[in-house]
Nanobody, 124 residues
Framework: QVQLVESGGGLVQAGGSLRLSCAAS????????MAWFRQTPGKEREFVAG????????YYRDSVKGRFTISRDNAKNTVYLQMNLLKPEDTAVYYC?????????????????WGQGTQVTVSS
């Protein structure tokens, strides 16, 4: 069983940066697709970014392209989300997710494992 633990969330001013980390344990996730989702109260959980097992393929929702970067260190069993030029609308709980498949999916139903989430708050 894979356990995922996110860290790195916090409060930041608009235009600032944060780096989220997702540490996996229980088994190696080097062949897993890994992704970040986010959710605000009353809204559906939405895809933010995803990365293939090798790291060669990365995908982003349009609103974060050019500002967010997903990466992974398979030796550390860890995935990262570097968030720059943050906006108030990026405020949400951010979740890490893992999928045993090899295609990055934007639909949460494909993901087998989830972390507990980390709060990101961007003030204007």
């Amino acid at each position: 069983q894979v356990q995922l633990v996110e860290s790195g969330g916090g409060l930041v001013q608009a235009g600032g940066s944060l780096r989220l980390s997702c540490a996996a344990s229980g088994r190696t996730v080097s062949t897993y697709v890994m992704a970040w989702f986010r959710q605000t109260p009353g809204k559906e959980r939405e895809f933010v970014a995803g990365i293939t097992g090798s790291g060669s393929g990365t995908y982003y929702r349009d609103s974060v392209k050019g500002r967010f970067t997903i990466s992974r260190d398979n030796a550390k069993n860890t995935v990262y989300l570097q968030m720059n030029l943050l906006k108030p609308e990026d405020t949400a709980v951010y979740y890490c997710a893992a999928d045993r498949g090899n295609v990055v999916a934007a639909d949460r139903v494909f993901y087998d494992h989830w972390g507990q989430g980390t709060q990101v708050t961007v003030s204007s």
